[in-house]
Each structure stands twice: as structure tokens, then as C-alpha cells.
């Protein structure tokens, strides 16, 4: 299924910064303030820390017949309860989106309106890898998520027009998952993988931005397959092989988010690294025919992946470094145009 006409995604680029996944916060409106001021994209979090029932999986399961949540983000399925008929619903007042009506209630009151903001949902394909691993069978599984995610994107993107009608939204889809779609005992192949997510950014509504995040390296070709508008990865050497892809991308119109602050090991107090290693990849795609006008514009930065697993201190302290790296990269997009007249 092909994703509808959607409108260009000039509001996110020049190097803003955006969130990525999850925030530690267990108090939701702490984490609505954080989402707001600390990046320059609003960014609606998850806070599976304040409940298990905002983890990427358990928010997209919660509330199926059949499905019951443990601990930690933990969840069981009865068959005989979840089948390919069952109706999904959408409980926006369940603890699931404790963190989603808390921005928007703060983005009302702050007059976020009409600027742009960002959320994420896991995608078809990770999240039928994890019913089928929970024991439904290949296709019931992935047809159940793909209706799961279609429904629910939908009716965030709703609720978050209603709340913010001026505001542009970029959607990304959370697929981690991707990292394994070329391994030979992966449940579904390439192709097939790709239908699922066409059909999942299809669902959202046509003035809503789509786009893919995976937290690993992948097949960026396949990636692009899909039809996103905005492609979320880490900042990695690998994606120096996929330079015809990215740079036909961006040329079309696309956006890169560059994950350009690590979110596991050691965490650096300076931006310099993070610039450096961002540089040094660009130049590499610069020097393989990607235009550089183009990939500064259409760039936007993040973390690599969720913050969850932080405190809340070393995750401001992240989207701050992150929030530095974007200012070089706006820096040098302004610094281009005024070299070209533009």
C-alpha cells in the first residue's frame, strides 16, 4: 500500500533537535516540561518508568482481549482470547498514554501550538516479532500488530490535532527490529516487512509527517523502500555504503534524523566528539556525490535512542549535548546559504 500525498517536511530540519523513545521521568508532567524546553522539536515522551504500561510494546498491546501485562513491561497472551478479528481499541485515558495526555495538557497551557512536534509508536514489523515470540503464530501475529499500530497511530494523531491544530506533526515508527530483517530466520522476509510498514504510515492521517527510527545498523535501502519521508539512525560509519540511497533521499525531499549522542556506555561531557564523528560521516557522503547544501538542511539530530535507563539529570544532559551538536549543524546550513545567495 502506498503512503498518501503528505506535506513537505520543511518545519523539521536545519538541525533541531528532537527525542528519541523513552525519558526516565516518573512524574508525567516533569517529563512534559522536559520534552518541551529541552528539545527544540517538542517531542511527546514515554515514560515506561512511571508505568510499565508505557513500554514500546505493552502501550501497543494494552487493552486487546486476550493480552494481560506483568511487571516490567513483562505480558502474556491467551490464542483463544486474541485472534485476526479482534477489534482494537484505543484508550487514550488508560495509564498506557499517561505521558501523552500530560504534554498535551502542558502544550495547551504553554502555547506549543503551532510549532512542530514529534512522536513515536512502535512499528508493525517489531511488534509482531514480539507477539509471535509471546506464541501466536507468524501470520496472526504480524496481521494483529499491523491492525494494532494502524488503529493507534491513528487516533494519537487525532488527539494530538485536536489539542495542537496549528502544529505540524512528524510520526516516526520505532522498528529496533530492522537490525535482524536480512537474517535468514527471521520470521517474515524483506519484502513482506516492507508491506507491513507502508501500510502502518498509511493509516495516519495525510498532514501528518511519517517516518522510520531503528536504534541499529540496517539496510538503509530497505528502509527507504518503505516510503518514509524521515529516516532515523544512528551516526555510523555503515551509512557511508548507502550514500546514493541517503543522498536520492534527501534530494526528494527526504529528512535524516543523525543519532548523534550515544544512549549506552560511557557519555561524553562535550559535544566536540559527537560534531566530529557526525562530520567526518557527512564528509565521506559528501565525497560520494551527496549534495552537502542538502544534507546540512534536511538534517535533524537526536539522541541515539531512549533515555530510560538514565536519570533524569544524565538525560537533560543528553539532549543538551545533542541540542549543541544542532546549532553547528544549523550553523553551517545558515552559513551555506549565505555562500550560495540564497
Known sequence: MSVPERPAVEQFANGQSIGIGSLPHRDAAAAAAFSISEFEIATIPALP??????????????????????????????PVGLTDATPIETDLTTDAFGGLRAFLDLARKVGVD????????????????????????????????????????????????????????????????????????FPIPPDVAVDLISTGMAAVPADVAVGLHCCGPCDVAT?????????SLPVSDDLIDYAGYLGRFIKSGGVIVWGVLPTVGPLPAKPDRAWRQLSEVWCALV?????????????LVSPECGLAQHQV?????????????????????ISTKLAFGA
Open 49 to 78: 518508568m512511571r508505568s510499565p504500561a508505557e513500554g514500546m510494546i505493552a502501550q501497543a498491546i494494552a487493552g486487546l482481549p486476550g493480552v494481560s501485562l506483568g511487571q516490567y513491561g513483562s505480558f502474556a497472551i491467551d
Open 287 to 299: 565525497e560520494r556525490g551527496v549534495d552537502a547544501s542538502e544534507l546540512r538542511r534536511r538534517s
Open 114 to 185: 503551532g510549532s512542530p512536534v514529534k512522536w513515536q509508536f512502535v512499528g508493525p514489523v517489531t511488534l509482531g516479532v514480539a507477539l509471535q515470540r509471546a506464541g501466536l503464530r507468524n501470520t496472526q501475529a504480524f496481521t494483529i500488530a499491523a491492525d494494532a499500530v494502524r488503529h493507534h497511530v491513528a487516533e494519537i494523531s487525532a488527539a494530538v490535532s485536536e489539542a495542537l491544530p496549528n502544529s505540524a506533526q512528524l510520526l516516526l515508527l520505532d522498528e529496533p527490529w530492522l537490525t535482524e530483517l536480512m537474517a535468514p530466520d
Open 223 to 231: 528502509m527507504l523502500e518503505s516510503g518514509p519521508q524521515v529516516i
Open 313 to 333: 539529570s544524565t538525560a537533560r544532559r543528553v539532549a543538551r549535548l545533542t541540542r549543541e551538536v544542532g546549532r553547528k549543524v544549523n550553523a553551517q546550513a
